[in-house]
Every structure is written in structure tokens, then in C-alpha cells.
């Protein structure tokens, strides 16, 4: 059976037979075997050499087919490689420890068996440091729970995941321990601060005000529910509204009444206990809630919000909130019902302290606008002076003539909402820039609207640039669609600007404005406001 092994052998190699000897020279039955082709395949073979003759140079050779076990090593080191560079290239920390017992068989603690490079960038301690060392030697004030908690996977096998805030190296892991024999664990540490980070911000987001970083509203419905408990009685609820948002954010943009709020939910903050809830419901409207506090010492807090708020600006603007207030006092009333009392009782205080805050704003408006433009300042006191004339001469009440003289100095107020750049332009207006002038008589009328003192002259801001055709703006009303006042103000208005000097031209002679108005009485202009200016008003003057 060996002899025809043999020339099975010897017949499929194409080799000379000195040179099949050669190769079996190199073998080594016990540490290397060797490489050689039959029948079309390559085998290995271990080979046991015996020169059993030496005088006759006799040699025999013993060989044993290696090719299926040396096939099963090789793959078994791709494999190993393989796990061996996932292990070490992979993402994940991954480190495997041994479990350290006591006596009556409790953990104690437990030692580093082996780790990966991404494992000593997570923790930040190096491999070499680590290995052969016990947890208690790497870090002496560890907690003895985390021993118990390892040690329990360690014994039963039964694997676990959870994730915990490291506050040695400041970043979120997510833990999963597993069993790879028994009284080993193993763990695999993902860092995951960038998601815990962005969860916390939105669940901040999400119970936060943007602006001022109160509480929102969303926080104060859910904690009122908590706190409406008999154990909180007497509860009062403080509500807060800041005097003049909406007159600021027309007049000098949202950016300046941000910063209002800002400002008044930081006085609010101060001036409150430190068991309050203070949050933004939305707008301009701030509420406190207050357990355990009585009306003695509501009272003082009200007090105290008044005092710290009353003197603080912001830039020129002077800051001012109206308070509201009521207190549960017993469990049967329903707290829905205190809140819409404090709300009413604030708004009580708001109707006269609004109204005074506004007046001196619009006055702030106004100084800020001449501030910005001088030529608006003298423009704007000469129309005051025309339209009072011709109010005069169409036999106007004293009353009606102050009115509409306060309407000429105002009718310029919107501008406060034009771009700076725009207004003191040195030339003509392009197309882009002519549409935002535009807007000056609709931002005028919201800034005038909002007091009561000058809500009906809001009216003729809004209309004076109306034409008696229809062709004007921002409505095209006509003819007596508009207002008498915004009609007076039309012609003084045109007639300022015609005899004025401008930077791109001189401004016209007096006769060649009454011109003008002569020639676009009927069209632009009120035909007998026109006429009573130029034969009455003018020869006058």
C-alpha cells in the first residue's frame, strides 16, 4: 500500500526526483513542514528522514500529510487577526478584567487582564499602567458599588447596560458588561457625550424661555399642578407685564426690546425669594409663583420688585413693569381662578402706569430722531409752524389748531424705524431704499396708536402721504377718505421739502414752490388746503 502511495506520489510532481529530495532535505518532522504539488495540488507534508545505511548512502523518508491541519492554522490566525484588529481598531473601549474575591467569596475588587487602545483614550489612562494592576490601586476612591455590580456579571453571567456621568475624565459612557468565562467581565464603553449633551439642552429648550432663560410656560402649567397642594397653602401668584414692549420694538427694533426683557426678567429674578418659580408665559407677561407665602409677605415681595425696578434703564429708556397679585388661601378655591385675579388686578395698575411710560417714550422717539438727523428736527418744526397757520386760517379750533400742530411735529415720527443710512443718504433714494421710506407712515401710526393720548393723531401720521387722485400710499384713500389733517399736512409738508436745500440740489424759491403746489392742486393735493396756504398763510408771511 505504501509502494503505490509513493508512485502516486513520485508520477504526479513534474519535478526531477533530485529536486523532490532537496525539498524533503529542508523538512523537519517536528517543527517545519514542507511544500510540494501533487496531483495538481499543493499538500503539505512533515517528513521524517533515516539514513539507515550509511555506507550504502541509503536514506528512507517518512512523510505525513500536514495539508488539512496546517489549512485549519492558517485560517485560525486570519481569524485571529481578524478579531484581533477589530478589537484594537474598533471604536469602542473594550478591556477585560478579572474578578478578585474574598474569603466568604464576596467581590473586592477586581484586576485590569487586557485592554484596548480605544479603551485608553475613552478613560484616559494608558494600557501599560492599567494591566496587572486591581481597580483600587488605579483608583483608590472608587465606588465599592461598582465592584459588587461587576462581580455580580462576573458570577452569574447575565450581562448588563446602563450609562453613568464620569466625573474623572468629564464625558457620558454607555456600559455593556458581559461574562466571557467565568469570574472574568468584560466591558465595552462607548462615549456618548454629544448625544447626552444634546438630549439635556433640548429637555432645557423644552422647559426654558430662549430669550431670558426663565421657565417657560410649558414649565410653569406643570409645576403649578405640583404645587397646588394643601401642603403649599397660602400660594401666591405675582403676575408681571413690561410697560412699552411693543412701542420700543417699533420704534428702535426687536434687538433693543429683547434686551428689555432681558433686563426686566433678571430684575424679577433678583427681587423674588429663592423658592420662587419665575417664568415667561409669552410676549411681554411674567408670572411668580410663591408657596408658603402669606399677604404680609406678598406684599413685601411686591414691594420689593417696585423698588428694584423702578430706577433701572435701559440706555435712555426707563424700565417699567405693572404687578398684579393674589393669593390661594384655602383648598377648595381654584387656582385657575387666582391666576386670572392677579392677572386683572395687574392689569388694573398697567391701564395708568402703561399710559405714562408711553408718553415718555414717544418723547424719547422723538429726541432720538432729531438725535439721528438734525434736517428731520428743523423739517419737522417748520411743518408744525405751516400746519398750525393754515388751521388758523381755516378758523380751527384752538384745540384742533394745537392738535394738528403736535401732528406736524410727529408726522415724521416712523422714520425711527428707517435705517439711519437711509435717512442722511447724500443723493437720490434707488428703488429698494424709496420702499423702505415708505414704510415710515405705518410704523409712525403703530408707535402713536399705542397711547391712548395720541391714538387719534395716529391717524393723520398714517395718512399724510396720501394724494387727493388715490395715487399715494400706504392705503391710495382719496380725496375726503382722507383725513382734513393729513391733507394740511400733505401741502406743508411738500412745501418744507421743495424750499429746502437737499445734497443732490438747492431748494426751489418760493414762487416756483407755489408753482408746484398750483400745478398739482386737485391731483396730489387738496385743491382749498392748497389755495388757503398760498393766498392766506403765505402772503402773511
Avoid at 429663592?274 to 404680609?296: C, H, M, W, Y
Avoid at 410727529?410 to 433714494?429: P, Q, S, T, Y
Avoid at 403703530?446 to 391714538?455: H, K, N, P
Wanted: proline share 2%; hydrophobic share 35%; aromatic share 10%.
Amino acid at each position: 500500500m505504501y509502494e503505490s502511495r509513493c508512485q502516486a506520489f513520485f508520477a504526479g510532481n513534474k519535478e526531477s526526483v533530485s529536486e523532490i529530495l532537496r525539498i524533503l532535505n529542508r523538512g523537519d518532522h517536528k517543527r517545519t513542514p514542507v511544500k510540494i504539488r501533487t496531483d495538481e495540488t499543493i499538500r503539505w507534508f512533515y517528513v521524517n528522514k533515516n539514513d539507515f545505511d550509511l555506507k550504502r548512502k541509503l536514506v528512507s523518508y517518512m512523510l505525513v500529510d500536514f495539508s488539512d491541519r496546517h489549512q485549519a492554522e492558517i485560517a485560525l490566525k486570519e481569524s485571529e487577526e481578524k478579531h484581533r484588529l477589530l478589537i484594537t481598531q474598533m471604536a469602542q473601549g473594550l478591556a477585560v478584567h478579572e474578578v478578585i474575591f474574598d474569603q466568604t467569596g464576596n467581590p473586592v475588587d477586581f484586576r485590569y487582564l487586557d485592554a484596548n487602545e480605544s479603551y485608553e483614550k475613552l478613560v484616559g489612562m494608558k494600557r501599560k499602567e492599567i494591566i496587572g494592576k486591581t481597580a483600587l490601586e488605579v483608583a483608590p476612591a472608587m465606588d465599592k458599588q461598582w465592584i459588587l455590580k461587576y462581580g455580580q456579571v462576573a458570577m452569574t453571567g447575565q450581562p448588563v447596560r446602563f450609562e453613568f456621568y464620569d466625573q474623572f475624565v468629564g464625558k457620558y459612557f454607555e456600559v455593556v458588561a458581559y461574562s466571557p468565562r467565568f469570574k472574568q467581565f468584560a466591558v465595552i464603553i462607548t462615549d456618548v457625550t454629544e448625544r447626552k449633551q444634546a438630549e439635556q439642552e433640548i429637555r432645557y429648550l423644552s422647559y426654558h424661555d430662549y430669550l431670558t432663560g426663565l421657565h417657560n410656560r410649558r414649565f410653569y402649567e406643570e409645576e403649578l399642578e405640583r404645587l397646588d397642594v394643601p401642603d403649599n397653602l397660602p400660594i401666591t401668584m405675582i403676575m408681571a407685564d413690561v410697560n412699552g414692549l411693543k412701542l420700543i420694538n417699533d420704534s428702535f427694533g426687536h434687538a433693543m426690546g429683547d434686551e428689555l426683557l432681558k433686563k426686566s426678567a433678571q430684575l424679577i429674578t433678583k427681587a423674588v425669594p429663592k423658592n420662587s418659580i419665575v417664568a415667561r408665559l409669552g410676549g411681554d407677561e411674567f408670572i411668580v409663583i410663591l408657596p408658603q407665602t402669606d399677604i404680609f409677605q406678598a406684599v413685601e415681595v411686591i414691594n420689593d420688585l417696585k423698588a428694584k425696578t423702578s430706577n433701572e434703564k435701559i440706555d435712555a429708556f426707563d424700565i417699567s413693569i405693572s404687578f398684579g397679585c393674589e393669593i390661594k388661601e384655602s383648598e377648595n378655591q381654584d387656582i385657575q381662578e387666582i391666576y386670572k385675579r392677579a392677572e386683572d388686578d395687574m392689569y388694573r395698575h398697567k391701564l395708568y402706569e402703561s399710559a405714562s411710560i408711553k408718553n415718555k417714550t414717544i418723547e424719547l422717539i422723538m429726541n432720538t430722531l432729531y438725535e439721528k438727523s438734525c434736517r428731520e428736527m428743523l423739517h419737522s418744526r417748520r411743518v408744525s409752524e405751516i400746519c398750525k397757520a393754515i388751521a388758523i386760517e381755516m378758523n380751527l379750533s384752538k384745540d384742533a389748531v394745537n392738535q394738528i400742530g403736535a401732528a406736524g411735529l410727529m408726522h415724521d415720527i416712523g422714520k425711527m424705524g428707517i435705517d439711519e443710512k437711509i435717512l442722511n443718504k447724500v443723493g437720490h433714494l434707488n428703488f429698494e431704499e424709496w420702499q423702505e421710506m415708505q414704510r415710515h407712515p405705518e410704523i409712525g401710526y403703530r408707535i402713536l396708536s399705542s397711547s391712548s393720548e395720541f391714538s387719534e393723531m395716529a391717524r393723520y401720521v398714517y395718512e399724510h402721504h396720501e394724494r387727493w387722485d388715490g395715487k399715494g400710499y400706504p392705503k391710495k384713500l382719496k380725496q375726503e377718505e382722507i383725513s382734513m389733517q393729513a391733507r394740511i399736512i400733505g401741502v406743508a409738508d411738500a412745501y418744507d421739502a421743495m424750499t429746502c436745500d437737499r445734497s443732490y440740489r438747492s431748494g426751489l424759491s418760493q414762487a416756483d414752490a407755489i408753482h408746484e403746489l398750483k400745478k398739482h392742486a386737485g391731483t396730489q393735493f387738496d385743491p382749498e388746503v392748497t389755495r388757503i396756504f398760498i393766498e392766506k398763510v403765505l402772503t402773511k408771511k
